[in-house]
């Protein structure tokens, strides 16, 4: 009986923790579902945090210089024509004083004054010449040329210089003297006109892209022809 009595107290306090005990357990678990629930709508409200790579596909950064660079990007100019200077011609003193502006091969390259110098024909053909500086076979394009003054002044004829170039790069066409050649020469009145024929080898494909000088005196620029100078 005395054994009984001293364990009973004992026992009592047990039964009287009981409930605290269910309590805090169920208040524990009460919390650690409210951080779950949290944790799981913090994801979906920002799916992006939740996904966050260290990495990052390169393909999928566009470069900002890149694109600046891109868009500044201009195709390359073309070169602009190259012309010859000016032969020295007894009497002449200075520049030029009238001028006129380049025109294509198949337009009229027309002075302030009246002077018109014009492309009359173009023609092509291969070189068939014999003897000393002869160059059989090449490419040859022949231009047919005509002045026409309707200026005051007589012009002088003597000493035209006639040049070409062709390509992007300008390159120097090879004049060609052979019987169908026949310069300027003598002098040309007022209302007067004169004809010449110049050939030259230029490459067979880079005959759009021609340049044609003609310095026929000390008074007016060289007349300058441009573009094209396939047969017609």
């Given amino acids: 009986m005395v054994a009984v009595a001293e364990h009973a107290p004992a026992a009592a306090s047990r039964s009287r923790l009981t409930p605290y005990l269910a309590l805090a357990a169920f208040a524990a678990g009460i919390v650690l579902l409210a951080g779950c629930s949290g944790s799981s709508h913090a994801a979906t409200q920002h799916p992006t945090l939740a996904n966050t790579s260290l990495s990052a596909d390169p393909a999928s950064i566009s470069s ?3 694109a600046s660079t891109s868009a500044a990007r201009q195709p390359a100019p073309t070169l602009p024509a190259v012309v010859p200077a000016k032969v ?6 200075g520049k030029p004083s009238i001028s006129a502006a380049p025109e294509p091969l198949n337009h009229d390259v027309m002075y302030s004054d009246g002077v018109a110098l014009r492309i009359i024909g173009i023609t092509q053909g291969v070189t068939d010449g014999s003897g000393p500086g002869a ?3 090449r490419p040859r394009t022949q231009f047919t040329v005509s002045l026409s003054n309707r200026s005051k002044a007589a012009i002088n004829l003597d000493r035209v210089v006639v040049t070409v170039s062709y390509g992007t790069a300008h390159s120097q066409a090879l004049a060609i003297y052979d019987d169908g050649v026949r310069d300027f020469s003598g002098t040309v009145a007022p209302a007067g006109t004169a004809q010449a024929v110049y050939a030259f080898s230029i490459a067979t494909d880079q005959l759009t892209d021609v340049v044609m000088t003609v310095d026929f005196d000390g008074v007016h620029t060289s007349a300058t022809f441009t573009g094209s100078a396939k047969a017609r």
Wanted: aromatic residues 0%; hydrophobic residues 25%; proline residues 25%.
């Fill in 88 to 93: 020295s011609r007894p009497g002449t003193v």
């Fill in 64 to 66: 900002p210089a890149k």
């Fill in 135 to 137: 160059l059989p076979g």
